[in-house]
Nanobody, 116 residues
Framework: QVRLVESGGGLVQPGGSLRLSCAASGSIFSINAMGWYRQAPGRQRELVAVITVDGTTNYANSVKDRFTISRDGAKHTVYLQMNSLKPEDTAVYYC??????????WGQGTQVTVSS
């Protein structure tokens, strides 16, 4: 059983910052990558950022130079530092865990609202 627990969402003004955290626990073997996705109302879920086990990162064009993904391998935790937030960043953010066994797990989601 694998569990992902997210935290750090909330309401922030445009230009502000938030830091999301996601801690994975349970029967975790051979992580391939961890990442963040988001889904805004009426839109499909989209990739925000991903980090592989060797530290390679990939970002959506819309968040490059504003968001930074990082991880603590020993704690099976991934972080998303979000700076210069815009109203269009408003969405539910989901943590994703991708194992080498091809199993994929999702967190329950955390709401991020950017509004004045």
């Amino acid at each position: 059983q694998v569990r992902l627990v997210e935290s750090g969402g909330g309401l922030v003004q445009p230009g502000g910052s938030l830091r999301l955290s996601c801690a994975a626990s349970g029967s975790i073997f051979s992580i391939n990558a961890m990442g963040w996705y988001r889904q805004a109302p009426g839109r499909q879920r989209e990739l925000v950022a991903v980090i592989t086990v060797d530290g390679t990162t990939n970002y959506a064009n819309s968040v490059k130079d504003r968001f930074t993904i990082s991880r603590d391998g020993a704690k099976h935790t991934v972080y998303l530092q979000m700076n210069s937030l815009k109203p269009e960043d408003t969405a539910v953010y989901y943590c994703n865990l991708n194992l080498r066994s091809l199993d994929i797990y999702w967190g329950q989601g955390t709401q991020v609202t950017v509004s004045s």
